[in-house]
């Protein structure tokens, strides 16, 4: 029997479907990955912005985690939303039993601007869990935060994601450029070259949980078995076409489409 690709995305919830765990599993099953989640915390939030957030009791993480890692396998997982130090402690003590490519959205702040994440979680999630990922994927605001320093064009977002690697110890790193103007450019490092996986800017405020969907989206694609650099490469068109179809609901930041590959062959 052929192996079945599982993908696990340890992360917040959004009840309104646009991020977090319930845009990750849209991606998974969209990509044909076996959707598994962790939920973290419990996060009321929706297009405007986050009313309320109930984090998880970190024993009750790690029993979902040891429910998972007891049965089914895992071939690539993901982090997003991480709100302190207790959850991301027991995280890194079961990373060697997930024994996967490990792909990290550092959350830091909603699409609205809301925090997610204090400020002792910021120094465990960069000193302890960047040295044990396979990619990180910062958008420029959380590169900013990581390095304390601001990044203003394309050749500092080269710079940025050399430095993420050669001074925290991750494996690559991938600076997204949905928040710069013109062209939206990402820039891969990973560890020997940079790599730039260009798309034109589609004109919408329809990104609500983009960052969600690109690594979760780079998670299914390793779970196949694809390189890095072919996983980082189909998930940027997967969400490109997520933009490009996104969808007018709500009233705030609308979310990105999660079938919108579907759309395009139409």
């Given at each position: 029997m052929?192996?079945?690709?599982c993908?696990?995305?340890?992360?917040?919830?959004?009840?309104?479907?646009?991020?977090?765990?319930?845009?990750?599993?849209?991606?998974?099953?969209e990509?044909?990955?076996?959707?598994?989640?962790?939920?973290?915390?419990?996060?009321?939030?929706?297009?405007?912005?986050?009313?309320?957030?109930?984090?998880?009791?970190?024993?009750?993480?790690?029993?979902?985690?040891?429910s998972?890692?007891?049965?089914?396998?895992?071939?690539?997982?993901?982090?997003?939303?991480?709100?302190?130090?207790?959850?991301?402690?027991?995280?890194?003590?079961?990373?060697?039993?997930?024994?996967?490519?490990?792909?990290?959205?550092?959350?830091?702040?909603?699409?609205?601007?809301?925090?997610?994440?204090?400020?002792?979680?910021?120094?465990?999630?960069?000193?302890?869990?960047?040295?044990?990922?396979?990619?990180?994927?910062?958008?420029?605001?959380?590169?900013?935060?990581?390095?304390?320093?601001?990044?203003?064009?394309?050749?500092?977002?080269?710079?940025?994601?050399?430095?993420?690697?050669?001074?925290?110890?991750?494996?690559?790193?991938?600076?997204?450029?949905?928040?710069?103007?013109?062209?939206?450019?990402?820039?891969?490092?990973?560890?020997?070259?940079?790599?730039?996986?260009?798309?034109?800017?589609?004109?919408?405020?329809?990104?609500?949980?983009?960052?969600?969907?690109?690594?979760?989206?780079?998670?299914?694609?390793?779970?196949?078995?694809?390189?890095?650099?072919?996983?980082?490469?189909?998930?940027?068109?997967?969400?490109?076409?997520?933009?490009?179809?996104?969808?007018?609901?709500?009233?705030?930041?609308g979310?990105?489409?999660?079938?919108?590959?579907?759309?395009?062959?139409?």
């Amino acid at each position: 029997m052929k192996q079945i690709p599982c993908a696990l995305t340890i992360a917040g919830t959004d009840p309104t479907g646009g991020a977090g765990i319930q845009a990750d599993l849209k991606t998974f099953q969209e990509l044909k990955s076996y959707g598994m989640s962790v939920i973290t915390s419990v996060v009321a939030q929706n297009t405007v912005g986050v009313q309320d957030i109930y984090h998880m009791p970190a024993s009750m993480i790690e029993a979902q985690l040891d429910s998972i890692i007891e049965d089914i396998p895992v071939h690539a997982f993901k982090t997003g939303m991480i709100a302190n130090t207790d959850m991301m402690k027991m995280i890194k003590q079961k990373i060697p039993s997930l024994n996967a490519p490990y792909v990290m959205d550092p959350v830091m702040v909603t699409t609205s601007g809301s925090s997610l994440i204090d400020d002792h979680a910021r120094t465990f999630l960069r000193d302890e869990l960047l040295p044990l990922v396979t990619i990180v994927t910062p958008n420029i605001s959380e590169a900013e935060h990581l390095l304390q320093k601001k990044i203003q064009n394309d050749r500092e977002m080269k710079g940025a994601a050399r430095e993420i690697v050669n001074r925290f110890g991750v494996k690559a790193a991938l600076i997204k450029g949905g928040h710069t103007k013109g062209d939206a450019t990402d820039f891969l490092y990973d560890g020997s070259h940079i790599h730039s996986f260009l798309a034109s800017r589609i004109d919408t405020s329809n990104t609500h949980g983009t960052g969600c969907t690109l690594s979760a989206a780079i998670s299914a694609y390793l779970s196949h078995g694809l390189s890095l650099y072919q996983a980082v490469e189909q998930a940027k068109r997967y969400v490109t076409l997520a933009i490009q179809y996104s969808l007018s609901l709500g009233n705030g930041n609308g979310p990105t489409n999660h079938w919108a590959p579907r759309m395009d062959k139409v």
